[in-house]
């Protein structure tokens, strides 16, 4: 443990020499109109002023055919009072700006076709210069040319750009409204089959099928099957990120339908079925609004997938579809105790944080393997990017936008984790008749997590991996409600789920009366075929009346969980049943919401 926070403590350090943004104002000469580029440079050589009418025009010496390595390649005269453009490569940095400033340059621009890093250098060298050094990428490097004439000016500033952007907020909003719908969810759709199984509805046992409860083999899988495919991004990213854009394309649009259908289904029209038919997926005769929704959810997802580099716009579709992905994924994927979900998070939560602050040093470029696959590689050929976040463009008007990527992220990661800790917190809520107070403080502490992640990435200014805020708090926050009522046995194995649901017993006054049947001289028939003789045989009328006042039919359980059946006595008897009418609620209220 010691070895790893070394570690960690050696990465902060190390990160310590970076650069700044900042921008370049090119115009004509005598031109107060201009453009802005993006360029990365080091303070330590010389401070750039924040505002650009602070800022210095000067004329460009575009020498980007040499790299300004040696005295041969400065032209006759120098650079008096002017910031040479020269290629990157051959030397240091450090060579290169010592040159121009023995010639007279008040500046220096170097064009690099890679990832824009600082211009670094040792403690000696920041004190010999006092002019600026910056890199300016090449594709910027072709625009001036394209845009500007011969007599080009620059101005080099370094605008304060704000510490958090509002769209933050509306990432805070999206994160904790999922956590909290798929929790809620999740857990009422459990608790309405476990009612529902009282009445032995086949469709209800069915429908089981689909809920997946994770077990520690599997999830030992699922991580390996993670750094397994974090690491072949990394290396393969252009020969897998297609197959990962139609496989988001594909789980989304299953998500979507899956969330439409509670609403499109209380619709009173489209309730017809198709003619029946050979074809695959249609032979069960689905009702036309069924596939309707199902043309529709595929439709917004091709839609996404076509224009999915649109960025004004299509960050919306994939913020819809992926939050409706995670709803679907935390109802379908179930963790029966808090020993799964601490193990699940637990794991995770290292898998992140190595992968974040452990693998910068061993990586030949310094930067993480999370950061660079989620982000995309500088040197990918298809400028392709993953879908697997929820993304908002940056709100605050901020030159440096044109710099740093333009959109917020937040990986789908960072809310299906803790989502499946509410998830199981409100389930237990529920049978255990707290009040959904574990729910509530796990999406407390979901909440407060982010807010922490946030505050890091401003303090910090570089990515943040979420689960290191999170898993804490959203553990703890359920760990300290168990210990406070008390029931830190029954979380932690799920216990609770186990038997039935407790409820209150039914205090029945009953006159006694004559006996209707002598169930020694007439017993009842014994066998499964018996049993469904005595199911299928309707009551009389009368029989049946009384039957159904108390909630009870032969053969059958209640609601409540206690077996119903025919009296041996007859009489006039006088129940409270308190918890018969919560049982309809509940029913009713579930049937509402799912």
């Given at each position: 443990m010691k070895a790893l926070l070394n570690l960690v403590w050696a990465?902060?350090?190390?990160?310590?020499?970076?650069?700044?943004?900042?921008?370049?104002?090119?115009?004509?000469?005598?031109?107060?109109?201009?453009?802005?580029?993006?360029?990365?440079?080091?303070?330590q050589w010389a401070r750039l002023p924040r505002d650009l009418n602070k800022a210095s025009r000067l004329e460009i010496y575009d020498l980007t055919p040499s790299v300004l390595c040696f005295p041969s390649d400065v032209p006759e005269g120098g650079f008096p009072n002017r910031i040479p453009m020269v290629m990157r490569g051959n030397c240091t940095f450090y060579e290169k700006v010592r040159l121009a400033q023995l010639n007279g340059?008040?500046?220096?621009?170097?064009?690099?076709?890679?990832?824009?890093?600082?211009?670094?250098g040792n403690k000696s060298q920041y004190e010999e210069i006092d002019i600026p050094v910056a890199l300016l990428s090449y594709t910027d490097m072709l625009d001036i040319r394209k845009m500007f004439g011969q007599g080009r000016e620059v101005a080099m500033y370094a605008p304060k750009e704000p510490v958090l952007d509002y769209n933050m907020v509306i990432i805070f909003l999206m994160a904790v409204g999922t956590v909290a719908i798929g929790g809620y969810w999740a857990g009422s759709k459990d608790i309405k089959k476990r009612y529902l199984k009282h009445k032995r509805d086949d469709s209800v046992e069915k429908q089981d099928e689909e809920t997946v409860d994770v077990t520690p083999i599997m999830i030992s899988v699922f991580v390996v099957m993670c750094c397994s495919m974090l690491v072949l991004l990394y290396f393969f990213y252009d020969h897998l990120v297609y197959m990962i854009i139609g496989i988001f394309c594909l789980a989304s649009s299953v998500g979507l339908y899956s969330c439409l259908w509670p609403f499109v289904r209380r619709l009173p029209f489209g309730k017809c079925r198709i003619p029946e038919n050979n074809l695959p997926y249609c032979h069960k005769r689905p009702q036309v609004r069924m596939l309707l929704l199902s043309a529709f959810c595929i439709g917004v997802s091709v839609t996404w997938g076509v224009f999915r580099n649109e960025d004004q716009w299509a960050w919306v579709l994939q913020d819809a579809l992926g939050i409706a992905f995670c709803l679907y994924m935390l109802k379908t994927i179930r963790l029966p105790t808090f020993k799964a979900c601490t193990m699940l998070l637990v794991t995770l939560f290292v898998y992140d944080v190595f992968f974040v602050f452990i693998t910068p040093l061993f990586t030949k470029s310094g930067h993480s393997i999370m950061v660079e696959v989620a982000a995309g590689p500088s040197d990918s050929s298809t400028h392709e990017k993953l879908p697997m976040v929820l993304k908002v463009p940056r709100l605050n008007s901020s030159p440096l936008a044109l710099c740093d990527r333009p959109f917020s992220l937040l990986g789908f990661g960072d809310i299906l984790v803790p989502g499946l800790l509410i998830a199981y917190c409100h389930r237990f809520d529920i049978l255990m008749q707290s009040s959904r107070f574990y729910f509530l403080a796990c999406t407390i502490g979901y909440g407060v997590g982010l807010l922490i992640t946030f505050v890091a990435l401003a303090l910090m200014q570089m990515g943040q991996p979420a689960l290191l805020y999170l898993v804490p708090c959203t553990l703890l926050s359920s760990l300290a409600v168990a210990l406070w009522r008390k029931e830190l046995p029954l979380f932690w194995t799920g216990s609770g789920f186990v038997p039935p649901i407790v409820l209150q017993p039914i205090n029945c006054m009953q006159t006694p009366g004559p006996p209707t049947e002598d169930p020694l001289t007439n017993p009842e028939p014994q066998g499964p075929d018996a049993?469904?003789?005595?199911?299928?045989?309707?009551?009389?009328?009368?029989?049946?009346?009384?039957?159904?006042?108390?909630?009870?039919?032969?053969?059958?359980?209640?609601?409540?969980?206690?077996?119903?059946?025919?009296?041996?006595?007859?009489?006039?008897?006088?129940?409270?049943?308190?918890?018969?009418q919560q049982d309809q609620l509940w029913l009713g209220v579930l049937d509402d919401a799912l």
């Amino acid at each position: 443990m010691k070895a790893l926070l070394n570690l960690v403590w050696a990465y902060f350090l190390l990160k310590q020499v970076v650069g700044e943004y900042g921008m370049a104002h090119f115009s004509d000469k005598g031109q107060g109109k201009g453009k802005d580029y993006c360029i990365f440079f080091n303070s330590q050589w010389a401070r750039l002023p924040r505002d650009l009418n602070k800022a210095s025009r000067l004329e460009i010496y575009d020498l980007t055919p040499s790299v300004l390595c040696f005295p041969s390649d400065v032209p006759e005269g120098g650079f008096p009072n002017r910031i040479p453009m020269v290629m990157r490569g051959n030397c240091t940095f450090y060579e290169k700006v010592r040159l121009a400033q023995l010639n007279g340059a008040k500046g220096l621009l170097i064009v690099s076709k890679d990832r824009l890093t600082p211009p670094a250098g040792n403690k000696s060298q920041y004190e010999e210069i006092d002019i600026p050094v910056a890199l300016l990428s090449y594709t910027d490097m072709l625009d001036i040319r394209k845009m500007f004439g011969q007599g080009r000016e620059v101005a080099m500033y370094a605008p304060k750009e704000p510490v958090l952007d509002y769209n933050m907020v509306i990432i805070f909003l999206m994160a904790v409204g999922t956590v909290a719908i798929g929790g809620y969810w999740a857990g009422s759709k459990d608790i309405k089959k476990r009612y529902l199984k009282h009445k032995r509805d086949d469709s209800v046992e069915k429908q089981d099928e689909e809920t997946v409860d994770v077990t520690p083999i599997m999830i030992s899988v699922f991580v390996v099957m993670c750094c397994s495919m974090l690491v072949l991004l990394y290396f393969f990213y252009d020969h897998l990120v297609y197959m990962i854009i139609g496989i988001f394309c594909l789980a989304s649009s299953v998500g979507l339908y899956s969330c439409l259908w509670p609403f499109v289904r209380r619709l009173p029209f489209g309730k017809c079925r198709i003619p029946e038919n050979n074809l695959p997926y249609c032979h069960k005769r689905p009702q036309v609004r069924m596939l309707l929704l199902s043309a529709f959810c595929i439709g917004v997802s091709v839609t996404w997938g076509v224009f999915r580099n649109e960025d004004q716009w299509a960050w919306v579709l994939q913020d819809a579809l992926g939050i409706a992905f995670c709803l679907y994924m935390l109802k379908t994927i179930r963790l029966p105790t808090f020993k799964a979900c601490t193990m699940l998070l637990v794991t995770l939560f290292v898998y992140d944080v190595f992968f974040v602050f452990i693998t910068p040093l061993f990586t030949k470029s310094g930067h993480s393997i999370m950061v660079e696959v989620a982000a995309g590689p500088s040197d990918s050929s298809t400028h392709e990017k993953l879908p697997m976040v929820l993304k908002v463009p940056r709100l605050n008007s901020s030159p440096l936008a044109l710099c740093d990527r333009p959109f917020s992220l937040l990986g789908f990661g960072d809310i299906l984790v803790p989502g499946l800790l509410i998830a199981y917190c409100h389930r237990f809520d529920i049978l255990m008749q707290s009040s959904r107070f574990y729910f509530l403080a796990c999406t407390i502490g979901y909440g407060v997590g982010l807010l922490i992640t946030f505050v890091a990435l401003a303090l910090m200014q570089m990515g943040q991996p979420a689960l290191l805020y999170l898993v804490p708090c959203t553990l703890l926050s359920s760990l300290a409600v168990a210990l406070w009522r008390k029931e830190l046995p029954l979380f932690w194995t799920g216990s609770g789920f186990v038997p039935p649901i407790v409820l209150q017993p039914i205090n029945c006054m009953q006159t006694p009366g004559p006996p209707t049947e002598d169930p020694l001289t007439n017993p009842e028939p014994q066998g499964p075929d018996a049993t469904n003789q005595s199911e299928d045989t309707p009551l009389p009328e009368k029989e049946a009346s009384k039957s159904d006042a108390l909630g009870v039919k032969k053969g059958k359980k209640r609601t409540d969980g206690r077996e119903g059946g025919h009296s041996a006595y007859s009489g006039s008897s006088t129940c409270q049943t308190p918890w018969g009418q919560q049982d309809q609620l509940w029913l009713g209220v579930l049937d509402d919401a799912l």
